[in-house]
């Protein structure tokens, strides 16, 4: 058996066509706590049907770089705390 995690199809797709087996009795399908389980065969069937074949997902977008001026003012805080702590004596 397939959890969602482990399919071919992308994890909501295989909960739905899931929970429409069992409903339906197609057979194929289980439950397991929050796990949603198909035969091999059955994830076959669900991709044969290719209605809801997954399409592929889009990158994931990366993080902007930080600007100079942002640096500039981590830096500066980063400083400052450090001069607090010396002049309290490490208190």
């Known amino acids: 058996m397939i959890d969602q995690a482990h399919s071919d199809l992308r994890p909501r797709i295989h ?47 990366e993080a902007p770089p930080k600007s100079r001026a942002r640096d500039l003012g981590d830096f500066e805080r980063e400083v400052m705390s450090g001069l607090r702590a010396v002049k309290d004596g490490g208190r």
Do not use: F, I, Q
């Open 15 to 61: 909960r739905e066509a899931c929970k429409r087996r069992m409903k339906n009795g197609e057979g194929g399908a289980g439950r397991d706590g929050r796990r949603y389980l198909l035969t091999r065969e059955a994830v076959r069937e669900e991709l044969a049907r290719g209605a809801r074949s997954p399409a592929p997902r889009p990158a994931a977008k």
